[in-house]
């Protein structure tokens, strides 16, 4: 029942991912300064990174997933 009632021990981090430039939110333990959570995760950052570096190596706009032709 103690550890129920005890206070979240928690932090939060706000930072812009450089690659990306999206808004990257840590929840943080304060004792052990483990990240228990980050939205976006590591895996959604990384797929980001490779779809707007497929848009600049096919001399598209960034980040375009398909052309569209008339």
């Given at each position: 029942?103690?550890?129920?009632?005890?206070?979240?021990?928690?932090?939060?981090?706000?930072?812009?991912?450089?690659?990306?430039?999206?808004?990257?939110?840590?929840?943080?333990?304060?004792?052990?300064?483990?990240?228990?959570?980050?939205?976006p995760?590591?895996?959604?950052?990384?797929?980001?990174?490779?779809?707007?570096?497929?848009g600049?190596?096919?001399?598209?706009?960034?980040?375009?997933?398909?052309?569209?032709?008339?």
């Amino acid at each position: 029942m103690e550890r129920a009632i005890q206070p979240v021990v928690r932090d939060i981090s706000f930072s812009v991912h450089d690659q990306t430039g999206d808004i990257v939110v840590k929840i943080i333990d304060r004792e052990s300064q483990e990240v228990i959570r980050q939205i976006p995760s590591e895996e959604m950052l990384r797929l980001a990174e490779r779809i707007e570096s497929l848009g600049a190596d096919s001399n598209t706009t960034p980040g375009l997933l398909l052309r569209q032709e008339a």
